[in-house]
């Protein structure tokens, strides 16, 4: 175990302000998702489903699971500038 410096707690604070402000705009653009999409990343995302299990829970084809997966993971990582590591990406 390291000892404690100073800076320490400051910088724990300050890292998780960070992290709870990403996870919000993160929520928040899962939320503003089509229905359909958020259904198939919740599926993935959160219950961990197989691709071809989704495909046949949401009756599409799996190639549109992973084309799907593709657009929804591109459009969050743009909605939450994720792309974007200057500081002014998180304001």
Do not use: F
């Not at 175990?1 to 960070?18: C, K, N, S, T, Y």
């Not at 929804?72 to 792309?83: F, G, K, M, N, Y």
């Amino acid at each position: 175990m390291r000892p404690a410096v100073p800076g320490d707690a400051l910088l724990d604070i300050a890292e998780r302000i960070d992290a709870s402000t990403e996870a919000e705009r993160v929520m928040a653009a899962v939320g503003d998702l089509a229905p359909e999409d958020r259904d198939l990343l919740m599926l993935v995302a959160w219950e961990d489903t197989p691709y071809k299990v989704c495909a046949d829970i949401l009756g599409i084809p799996v190639g549109t699971v992973r084309s799907r997966l593709h657009r929804i993971r591109r459009e969050l990582r743009s909605a939450v500038h994720l792309d974007d590591p200057t500081p002014e990406a998180l304001q």
